[in-house]
Nanobody
Framework: EVQLVESGGGVVQAGESLRLSCATAELDFAVNAIAWFRQAPGKEREGLSSISPSNNSTVYVDSVKGRFTTSSDNAKKTVYLQMNHLKPEDTAVYYC???????????????????WGRGTQVTVSS
């Protein structure tokens, strides 16, 4: 059974950093792309980044480009999201998700992702 488990969330002040982890089980890194999404209260879920661990190709949404970096440790079957210069508007529940039928340099709509974690809360105070 494929499982994704996020960790690393917490409460930080504006300007600080956090690193989220997405530990996976039974997920084939050779054929899947893994994305990070977030959802703030009252807002739609937003795709932030995607990585294809098979070739380390990454893509980011404009709102986090230059501040967030996604990476993968294929030996540990874990994907990371390094978040720097955090802002109060980054406050949300962060999710990782995996998709098998992926396109290069694309963050797919959330409904196309087959596997999801339960999320981890990130709160940024001003």
């Amino acid at each position: 059974e494929v499982q994704l488990v996020e960790s690393g969330g917490g409460v930080v002040q504006a300007g600080e950093s956090l690193r989220l982890s997405c530990a996976t089980a039974e997920l084939d890194f050779a054929v899947n792309a893994i994305a990070w999404f977030r959802q703030a209260p009252g807002k739609e879920r937003e795709g932030l980044s995607s990585i294809s661990p098979s070739n380390n190709s990454t893509v980011y949404v404009d709102s986090v480009k230059g501040r967030f970096t996604t990476s993968s440790d294929n030996a540990k079957k874990t994907v990371y999201l390094q978040m720097n210069h955090l802002k109060p508007e980054d406050t949300a529940v962060y999710y990782c998700a995996a998709v098998t039928d992926w396109a290069r340099d694309t963050i797919h709509p959330d409904y196309e992702y087959e596997y999801w974690g339960r999320g981890t809360q990130v709160t940024v105070s001003s």
